[in-house]
Nanobody, 114 residues
Framework: QVQLVESGGGLVQAGGSMRLSCAVS????????MGWYRQAPGKRRELVAT???????NCADSVKGRFTISRDNAKNTVSLQMNSLKPEDTAVYYC????????WGEGTLVTVSS
């Protein structure tokens, strides 16, 4: 069974940086497209960024130039480097692994204070 465990959330001031990590176990990590999604209070879960097994990345317009997704296939981890954080980035951030089916972590809360 695939398990995803996020880490790195917390409280940060606007303009600050934070790095989220997701450790994946239970399967062959390298085949998955990995992604980060977020869900703010009262809003739907939305895509933040994805990275394919080949390393191609995609991110939402709202975070372009500020967030960077990366993966380490040797360590079975995916990370999200978040810079120039804004209060509107406050959300629960979820790690996702996709290969025919979706697997999700339990989420980690990121709070950006103004």
């Amino acid at each position: 069974q695939v398990q995803l465990v996020e880490s790195g959330g917390g409280l940060v001031q606007a303009g600050g940086s934070m790095r989220l990590s997701c450790a994946v176990s239970g399967s062959v990590f390298s085949i998955y497209t990995m992604g980060w999604y977020r869900q703010a209070p009262g809003k739907r879960r939305e895509l933040v960024a994805t990275i394919t097994s080949g390393g191609s990345t995609n991110c939402a317009d709202s975070v372009k130039g500020r967030f960077t997704i990366s993966r380490d296939n040797a360590k079975n981890t995916v990370s999200l480097q978040m810079n120039s954080l804004k209060p509107e980035d406050t959300a629960v951030y979820y790690c996702n692994a996709k290969y025919h089916v979706d697997y999700w972590g339990e989420g980690t809360l990121v709070t950006v204070s103004s």
